[in-house]
Protein backbone atom coordinates (compact mmCIF):
# COMPACT_ATOMS: atom_id res chain seq x y z
CA UNK A 1 0.00 0.00 0.00
CA UNK A 2 0.98 3.24 -0.68
CA UNK A 3 2.08 5.59 2.58
CA UNK A 4 1.46 8.87 0.12
CA UNK A 5 -1.28 8.84 -2.11
CA UNK A 6 -1.96 11.70 -5.05
CA UNK A 7 -4.58 10.59 -6.62
CA UNK A 8 -4.40 12.80 -9.60
CA UNK A 9 -2.50 11.64 -12.33
CA UNK A 10 -2.93 15.17 -14.06
CA UNK A 11 -4.89 18.27 -14.40
CA UNK A 12 -5.26 21.03 -16.99
CA UNK A 13 -6.86 23.93 -16.27
CA UNK A 14 -7.08 27.49 -17.92
CA UNK A 15 -5.05 30.49 -16.48
CA UNK A 16 -6.90 32.12 -13.64
CA UNK A 17 -8.86 29.06 -12.47
CA UNK A 18 -8.29 27.77 -9.17
CA UNK A 19 -7.03 24.36 -8.55
CA UNK A 20 -6.65 21.90 -5.62
CA UNK A 21 -4.35 18.97 -5.40
CA UNK A 22 -4.93 15.99 -3.06
CA UNK A 23 -2.64 14.22 -0.59
CA UNK A 24 -3.90 10.94 1.06
CA UNK A 25 -0.72 9.91 3.79
CA UNK A 26 -0.90 7.32 5.95
CA UNK A 27 1.42 6.46 9.15
CA UNK A 28 1.39 5.10 12.75
CA UNK A 29 3.80 7.94 13.68
CA UNK A 30 2.75 10.80 16.43
CA UNK A 31 5.59 12.55 15.26
CA UNK A 32 5.44 13.09 11.59
CA UNK A 33 6.29 15.92 8.23
CA UNK A 34 4.77 16.50 5.53
CA UNK A 35 6.30 18.50 2.52
CA UNK A 36 5.46 19.88 -0.78
CA UNK A 37 7.44 19.95 -3.71
CA UNK A 38 7.38 21.57 -7.33
CA UNK A 39 9.15 19.77 -10.25
CA UNK A 40 9.00 22.69 -13.32
CA UNK A 41 10.09 21.03 -16.66
CA UNK A 42 14.00 21.73 -16.16
CA UNK A 43 14.07 18.92 -13.43
CA UNK A 44 15.07 20.22 -10.20
CA UNK A 45 12.77 19.75 -7.21
CA UNK A 46 11.92 23.06 -5.66
CA UNK A 47 10.86 22.77 -2.19
CA UNK A 48 7.27 24.78 -1.18
CA UNK A 49 6.28 23.96 2.16
CA UNK A 50 6.71 21.55 5.16
CA UNK A 51 4.18 21.15 7.93
CA UNK A 52 4.44 19.12 11.04
CA UNK A 53 2.33 16.71 12.69
CA UNK A 54 1.07 19.10 15.81
CA UNK A 55 0.10 21.89 13.39
CA UNK A 56 -3.09 21.94 11.64
CA UNK A 57 -3.68 25.60 10.84
CA UNK A 58 -3.85 26.02 7.14
CA UNK A 59 -0.94 28.37 5.18
CA UNK A 60 -0.95 30.82 2.86
CA UNK A 61 1.73 32.04 0.69
CA UNK A 62 0.97 34.28 -1.94
CA UNK A 63 -1.30 32.34 -4.40
CA UNK A 64 -0.61 29.11 -2.41
CA UNK A 65 -2.49 27.37 0.10
CA UNK A 66 -2.34 24.52 2.39
CA UNK A 67 -5.22 22.25 4.25
CA UNK A 68 -3.66 20.30 6.31
CA UNK A 69 -6.48 17.92 8.05
CA UNK A 70 -5.00 15.25 10.58
CA UNK A 71 -8.69 13.73 10.67
CA UNK A 72 -8.41 12.79 6.64
CA UNK A 73 -4.89 12.35 6.79
CA UNK A 74 -4.57 14.93 4.07
CA UNK A 75 -2.40 17.75 3.42
CA UNK A 76 -3.96 18.98 0.04
CA UNK A 77 -2.52 21.85 -1.81
CA UNK A 78 -4.60 24.84 -3.79
CA UNK A 79 -3.22 27.20 -6.09
CA UNK A 80 -5.25 30.26 -6.77
CA UNK A 81 -5.77 32.17 -9.84
CA UNK A 82 -3.53 29.80 -11.63
CA UNK A 83 -0.76 31.23 -14.15
CA UNK A 84 1.20 29.00 -16.82
CA UNK A 85 4.24 29.28 -14.78
CA UNK A 86 2.13 26.87 -12.03
CA UNK A 87 2.55 24.66 -14.89
CA UNK A 88 4.46 21.37 -12.96
CA UNK A 89 4.83 18.33 -11.47
CA UNK A 90 3.97 18.86 -8.15
CA UNK A 91 5.18 16.41 -5.23
CA UNK A 92 3.50 15.48 -1.72
CA UNK A 93 5.99 13.56 0.48
CA UNK A 94 6.11 12.08 4.23
CA UNK A 95 8.74 12.40 6.49
CA UNK A 96 9.07 9.61 9.21
CA UNK A 97 11.11 7.66 11.29
CA UNK A 98 11.49 4.80 9.16
CA UNK A 99 14.68 3.51 11.05
CA UNK A 100 17.64 2.59 9.02
CA UNK A 101 15.60 3.28 5.56
CA UNK A 102 15.88 6.91 5.57
CA UNK A 103 13.20 8.89 5.60
CA UNK A 104 11.24 10.68 2.95
CA UNK A 105 8.53 8.95 1.18
CA UNK A 106 7.36 10.91 -2.09
CA UNK A 107 3.72 10.47 -3.59
CA UNK A 108 3.42 9.91 -7.80
CA UNK A 109 3.21 13.28 -8.23
CA UNK A 110 0.34 15.48 -9.54
CA UNK A 111 1.28 16.71 -13.49
CA UNK A 112 -0.11 20.15 -13.60
CA UNK A 113 -0.92 22.21 -17.15
CA UNK A 114 -2.13 25.47 -16.85
CA UNK A 115 -3.16 26.81 -20.53
CA UNK A 116 -3.47 30.11 -21.61
CA UNK B 1 26.12 30.95 -4.05
CA UNK B 2 25.15 27.99 -1.87
CA UNK B 3 23.61 25.40 -3.10
CA UNK B 4 23.42 21.43 -5.16
CA UNK B 5 25.50 20.75 -8.17
CA UNK B 6 25.56 17.73 -10.20
CA UNK B 7 27.03 16.63 -13.74
CA UNK B 8 27.07 15.86 -15.99
CA UNK B 9 23.22 16.77 -16.97
CA UNK B 10 23.10 13.79 -19.59
CA UNK B 11 25.39 11.12 -19.27
CA UNK B 12 25.09 7.45 -22.16
CA UNK B 13 26.15 4.19 -20.43
CA UNK B 14 26.75 1.22 -23.40
CA UNK B 15 26.31 -2.04 -21.92
CA UNK B 16 28.29 -3.81 -19.35
CA UNK B 17 30.35 -0.19 -18.13
CA UNK B 18 30.35 1.65 -14.93
CA UNK B 19 29.78 5.40 -14.61
CA UNK B 20 29.92 8.26 -11.68
CA UNK B 21 27.59 10.63 -11.12
CA UNK B 22 28.72 13.71 -9.05
CA UNK B 23 27.11 15.76 -6.56
CA UNK B 24 28.46 18.47 -5.09
CA UNK B 25 27.04 20.69 -2.18
CA UNK B 26 28.35 23.84 -0.49
CA UNK B 27 25.48 24.47 2.15
CA UNK B 28 27.60 22.72 5.17
CA UNK B 29 25.20 19.75 4.84
CA UNK B 30 26.01 16.71 6.85
CA UNK B 31 23.37 14.96 5.30
CA UNK B 32 23.36 13.67 1.31
CA UNK B 33 20.93 11.43 -0.38
CA UNK B 34 20.65 9.90 -4.17
CA UNK B 35 17.24 9.23 -5.53
CA UNK B 36 16.24 7.98 -9.02
CA UNK B 37 13.19 9.02 -10.90
CA UNK B 38 10.92 7.19 -13.91
CA UNK B 39 8.76 8.33 -15.94
CA UNK B 40 5.55 9.22 -13.83
CA UNK B 41 6.59 7.98 -10.86
CA UNK B 42 7.66 9.61 -7.23
CA UNK B 43 11.09 9.61 -6.22
CA UNK B 44 12.81 6.47 -4.65
CA UNK B 45 15.91 6.63 -2.46
CA UNK B 46 18.87 4.95 -3.43
CA UNK B 47 21.59 5.63 -0.98
CA UNK B 48 21.88 8.30 1.72
CA UNK B 49 24.88 9.44 4.19
CA UNK B 50 24.04 11.14 7.25
CA UNK B 51 27.71 11.48 7.68
CA UNK B 52 31.47 11.20 6.10
CA UNK B 53 32.14 8.02 5.59
CA UNK B 54 28.77 6.31 6.27
CA UNK B 55 26.22 5.72 4.32
CA UNK B 56 23.30 3.28 4.11
CA UNK B 57 21.47 1.31 1.82
CA UNK B 58 17.94 2.91 0.39
CA UNK B 59 14.83 1.50 -0.92
CA UNK B 60 16.39 0.13 -4.60
CA UNK B 61 20.22 -0.05 -3.75
CA UNK B 62 20.86 -2.96 -5.88
CA UNK B 63 23.49 -2.04 -8.66
CA UNK B 64 24.61 1.21 -7.44
CA UNK B 65 27.37 2.28 -5.32
CA UNK B 66 28.34 5.56 -2.99
CA UNK B 67 31.19 7.22 -1.28
CA UNK B 68 31.23 9.81 0.88
CA UNK B 69 35.39 10.69 1.75
CA UNK B 70 34.47 14.72 1.81
CA UNK B 71 31.37 16.01 3.59
CA UNK B 72 30.77 18.49 0.11
CA UNK B 73 30.86 14.90 -2.03
CA UNK B 74 28.53 12.00 -2.52
CA UNK B 75 29.25 10.35 -5.81
CA UNK B 76 26.81 7.98 -7.26
CA UNK B 77 28.24 4.67 -9.19
CA UNK B 78 25.30 2.58 -11.67
CA UNK B 79 27.56 -0.47 -11.87
CA UNK B 80 26.92 -2.75 -14.86
CA UNK B 81 24.87 -4.70 -12.28
CA UNK B 82 21.72 -2.29 -12.74
CA UNK B 83 20.05 -3.73 -15.59
CA UNK B 84 18.07 -0.97 -16.09
CA UNK B 85 19.55 2.53 -15.58
CA UNK B 86 17.85 4.45 -17.67
CA UNK B 87 16.07 7.24 -15.59
CA UNK B 88 16.56 10.75 -13.70
CA UNK B 89 18.60 10.70 -10.84
CA UNK B 90 18.98 13.50 -7.77
CA UNK B 91 20.85 14.26 -5.29
CA UNK B 92 19.85 16.07 -2.28
CA UNK B 93 21.09 17.25 1.23
CA UNK B 94 19.54 18.47 4.16
CA UNK B 95 21.08 19.62 7.54
CA UNK B 96 21.97 16.20 9.15
CA UNK B 97 19.10 14.03 8.17
CA UNK B 98 16.12 14.51 10.87
CA UNK B 99 12.51 13.67 10.12
CA UNK B 100 11.99 17.56 10.32
CA UNK B 101 14.56 18.92 7.78
CA UNK B 102 14.06 19.68 4.39
CA UNK B 103 15.72 17.82 2.04
CA UNK B 104 16.89 20.33 -0.95
CA UNK B 105 17.58 19.06 -3.99
CA UNK B 106 20.11 19.28 -7.09
CA UNK B 107 19.43 19.87 -10.71
CA UNK B 108 19.83 16.59 -11.74
CA UNK B 109 21.21 14.12 -14.34
CA UNK B 110 19.83 12.32 -16.83
CA UNK B 111 21.01 8.39 -17.69
CA UNK B 112 20.49 6.91 -20.91
CA UNK B 113 21.82 3.68 -22.13
CA UNK B 114 23.18 3.23 -25.67
Known amino acids: AQKVTQAQTEISVVEKEDVTLDCVYE???????LFWYKQPPSGELVFLIR??????QNEISGRYSWNFQKSTSSFNFTITASQVVDSAVYFCALSEDRGSQGNLIFGKGTKLSVKP | DGGITQSPKYLFRKEGQNVTLSCEQNLNHDAMYWYRQDPGQGLRLIYYSQIVNDFQKGDIAEGYSVSREKKESFPLTVTSAQKNPTAFYLCASSQNGGIQETQYFGPGTRLLVL
Open chain 1, 51 to 56: RNSFDE
Open chain 1, 27 to 33: TRDTTYY
